[in-house]
């Protein structure tokens, strides 16, 4: 029987969002994102919240540092905020020193922790000026102009303090979420009940495209001008589950199992990786996706160097009879929690789009692997929120059992991936290093592996699962 493992060097840790937990939004000249403004739009965030306070981190990175320690964490992902290092975003616009040191010491004093620091240049929270003064992501030339400034910016800033750049997290969010269905920010949608602008025919695919490029242009960048004096690795971050057959015996929903994770996920690693779109999306959207010119395929073919993962889950995929919906963005398909045996495809969590099923973050792994040439992975985001956890009293809430069994089902997974299947992955960063502002779902749902007390001044309490993660991957990663 094979034991499996992990590398000797293997990275883990944990993996936090500016906007989620940074709170201080006007602090020291940070300006709007557009998250700060859709939440101020009734009806759109659960509870009316908002990310003003959040974790209160910006005041607090002594108190985070402490936490990682406390963990054992080798590593820490968090992303930074555009419009605190350049208040209104673009390449002629003034940057702001105060904002750039913040996340300077920050990085020293991680460091000097011991901790790998792990830089998401952008995790959804794009300059709000940028979006009125042209668009945004759907202005393609201004975008990829001003992203490549942004992420010079950073670059020359951290220097060789900062080895793993993430250039976008999880772009299928800002494009679908963003862009069709109204549900993220900046919220446009053809629903004229949810917006009064947007496209969800045309635009997420402008939006999807647009990132792509500026992916493509900052890599290009740093591989130019940084990469040989600073020595880092550059990659993008793409979220996707696991797709498994409505009914395994029907060559249909084992074909739409396949579209599934295409529309998801090869959407924008098969450019990065196969320089095309996949045939699959080509065919249902056709005019709809935009063509490459030969110079914007040159930038983003061959851009990653690792592919960073966000997963969380699985689904069950049924096809779909008929012409696909003008709106239609998964591949013409339901996406199930039930097979057609009536078995569930894992447990219930607080996220309704949630329910772990390990063995498909194995398969998942595996499946990108071999479509893509078996880069290196690092996993960028991993983890469960627990049905009712706040509204547990606290002892019972701190003894998250659920969550402790869910990174030992995944990392476990993991572990088989790489020693059964012979996947490249060298980092995992669980989400999250503590409970935070959760987007639309406000501060109702929770994923940290720290309780933040958000009525008690944001007081900070380790839960079972930070304490157990050290056990976890001392089980896994190679002593030798």
Same mark, same amino acid.
């Given at each position: 029987?094979?034991?499996?493992?992990?590398?000797?060097?293997?990275?883990?840790?944990?993996?936090?969002?500016?906007?989620?937990?940074?709170?201080?939004?006007?602090?020291?000249?940070?300006?709007?994102?557009?998250?700060?403004?859709?939440?101020?739009?009734?009806? *759109?965030?659960?509870?009316?919240?908002?990310?003003?306070?959040?974790?209160?981190?910006?005041?607090?990175?002594?108190?985070?540092?402490?936490?990682?320690?406390?963990?054992?964490?080798?590593?820490?992902?968090?992303?930074?905020?555009?419009?605190?290092?350049?208040?209104?975003? @673009?390449?002629?616009? $003034?940057?702001?020193?105060?904002?750039?040191? %913040?996340?300077?010491?920050?990085?020293?004093?991680?460091?000097?922790?011991?901790?790998?620091?792990?830089?998401?240049?952008?995790?959804w929270d794009l300059p709000? &000026?940028? %979006?009125?003064?042209?668009?945004?992501?759907?202005?393609?030339?201004?975008?990829?102009?001003?992203?490549?400034?942004?992420?010079?910016?950073?670059? *020359?800033?951290?220097?060789?303090?900062?080895?793993?750049?993430?250039?976008?997290?999880?772009?299928?969010?800002?494009?679908?979420?963003?862009?069709?269905?109204?549900?993220?920010?900046?919220?446009?949608?053809?629903?004229?009940?949810?917006?009064?602008?947007?496209?969800?025919?045309?635009?997420?695919?402008?939006?999807?495209?647009?990132?792509? /490029?500026? %992916?493509?242009?900052?890599?290009?960048?740093?591989?130019?001008?940084?990469?040989?004096?600073?020595? @880092?690795?550059?990659?993008?971050?793409?979220?996707?589950?696991?797709?498994?057959?409505?009914?395994?015996?029907?060559?249909?929903?084992?074909?739409?199992?396949?579209?599934?994770?295409?529309?998801?996920?090869?959407?924008?690693?098969?450019? /990065?990786?196969?320089?095309?779109?996949?045939?699959?999306?080509?065919?249902?959207?056709?005019?709809?996706? $935009? *063509?490459?010119?030969?110079? &914007?395929?040159?930038?983003?073919?061959?851009?990653n160097d690792f592919y960073?993962?966000? %997963?969380?889950?699985?689904?069950?995929?049924?096809?779909? !009879?008929?012409?696909?919906?003008?709106d239609d963005f998964a591949?013409?398909?339901?996406?199930?929690?039930?097979?057609?045996?009536?078995?569930?495809?894992?447990?219930?969590?607080?996220?309704?789009?949630?329910?772990?099923?390990?063995?498909?973050?194995?398969?998942?792994?595996?499946?990108?692997?071999?479509?893509?040439?078996?880069?290196?992975?690092?996993?960028?985001?991993? =983890?469960?929120?627990?049905?009712?956890?706040?509204?547990?009293?606290?002892?019972?809430?701190?003894?998250?059992?659920?969550?402790?069994?869910?990174?030992? @089902?995944?990392?476990?997974?993991?572990?088989?991936?790489?020693?059964?299947?012979?996947?490249?992955?060298?980092?995992?960063?669980?989400?999250?290093?503590?409970?935070?502002?959760?987007?639309? !779902? @406000?501060?109702?749902?929770?994923?940290?592996?720290?309780?933040?007390?958000?009525? =008690?001044?944001?007081?900070?309490? $380790?839960?079972?699962?930070?304490?157990?993660?050290?056990?976890?991957?001392?089980?896994?990663?190679?002593?030798?």
């Amino acid at each position: 029987m094979t034991t499996s493992y992990l590398p000797k060097d293997f990275l883990w840790g944990f993996a936090t969002a500016s906007y989620q937990i940074e709170g201080a939004p006007h602090e020291d000249g940070r300006a709007d994102s557009i998250w700060d403004t859709f939440c101020r739009i009734p009806g *759109k965030i659960a509870g009316a919240a908002s990310g003003d306070v959040a974790c209160d981190s910006y005041h607090r990175t002594a108190e985070d540092i402490a936490l990682l320690k406390e963990t054992g964490a080798k590593s820490y992902r968090f992303s930074l905020s555009w419009s605190r290092i350049i208040p209104l975003g @673009g390449r002629n616009d $003034p940057v702001n020193e105060k904002g750039i040191q %913040h996340y300077v010491n920050f990085v020293d004093d991680l460091s000097a922790a011991g901790i790998e620091p792990l830089i998401t240049l952008f995790h959804w929270d794009l300059p709000d &000026e940028l %979006h009125k003064r042209y668009g945004g992501f759907l202005n393609k030339d201004e975008f990829v102009k001003d992203y490549e400034n942004y992420a010079r910016v950073c670059f *020359k800033a951290f220097g060789s303090r900062v080895k793993f750049w993430i250039t976008f997290n999880e772009p299928w969010c800002s494009s679908i979420l963003g862009y069709s269905t109204g549900l993220f920010a900046p919220g446009r949608t053809s629903d004229r009940s949810k917006s009064a602008e947007g496209d969800s025919s045309t635009e997420p695919w402008i939006v999807g495209h647009s990132i792509l /490029i500026a %992916h493509g242009a900052a890599v290009k960048a740093y591989r130019d001008d940084f990469k040989a004096k600073d020595g @880092g690795q550059i990659g993008i971050t793409l979220n996707g589950d696991w797709a498994v057959p409505w009914d395994e015996n029907d060559p249909q929903d084992v074909e739409a199992a396949n579209r599934k994770i295409e529309f998801a996920i090869s959407w924008f690693a098969d450019p /990065i990786y196969l320089g095309k779109y996949p045939d699959s999306m080509l065919k249902q959207l056709g005019d709809r996706l $935009p *063509k490459w010119t030969d110079e &914007e395929l040159a930038l983003v073919k061959g851009s990653n160097d690792f592919y960073g993962m966000n %997963h969380y889950c699985a689904n069950y995929i049924r096809h779909k !009879e008929g012409e696909p919906a003008k709106d239609d963005f998964a591949g013409n398909l339901e996406i199930l929690y039930q097979n057609k045996k009536g078995e569930w495809i894992g447990p219930e969590t607080q996220s309704v789009w949630l329910r772990p099923h390990p063995l498909g973050f194995r398969k998942l792994i595996k499946w990108l692997s071999d479509r893509y040439g078996s880069p290196t992975f690092y996993v960028t985001e991993n =983890g469960t929120s627990l049905k009712g956890e706040s509204q547990l009293p606290l002892e019972q809430l701190l003894d998250d059992e659920f969550r402790c069994e869910y990174f030992r @089902g995944y990392v476990g997974a993991l572990a088989d991936a790489h020693t059964l299947d012979g996947v490249d992955v060298r980092g995992y960063s669980a989400w999250s290093l503590m409970d935070n502002f959760e987007w639309a !779902e @406000g501060y109702e749902t929770r994923f940290g592996v720290t309780y933040v007390d958000y009525e =008690g001044g944001q007081k900070r309490y $380790p839960k079972k699962s930070a304490k157990e993660m050290a056990q976890i991957f001392a089980k896994y990663i190679k002593k030798e």
